[in-house]
């Protein structure tokens, strides 16, 4: 009984301190201009952030490598969403 507790503990102990897996970060340099990303997105220069995010979705559900797209297609269209907002604030 002592085992199943200390085999217990070990596994506990290495759950929480394992190696976690990194996440890819998006490049931030993907896009080079607002006009850009509105083509990327296909808004137009005074679409608000709610179009801004509803054709984010729109494209990230044809892009997401989840889904059979690529890393770079995704980030792509999420450096556009990003950078679209941030001049929409």
């Known amino acids: 009984m002592k085992w199943l ?10 759950m929480v301190l394992r190696p976690k897996p990194k996440l890819a970060k998006v490049d931030a340099k993907l896009i080079r201009d607002a006009a ?7 808004v137009s220069p005074r679409a608000d952030a709610d179009a801004i995010r509803a054709a984010h979705r729109r494209i990230l559900a044809d892009v997401h ?7 770079e297609l995704a980030g792509r269209a999420n450096a556009a ?9």
Do not use: C, V
């Open 5 to 14: 507790l200390i085999l217990a503990i070990f596994w506990g102990a290495w």
């Open 36 to 42: 850009e990303a509105r083509a990327i997105l296909g």
């Open 65 to 71: 490598p989840d889904r059979g797209g690529s890393t």
């Open 81 to 89: 969403r990003d950078l679209l907002l941030s001049l929409r604030t």
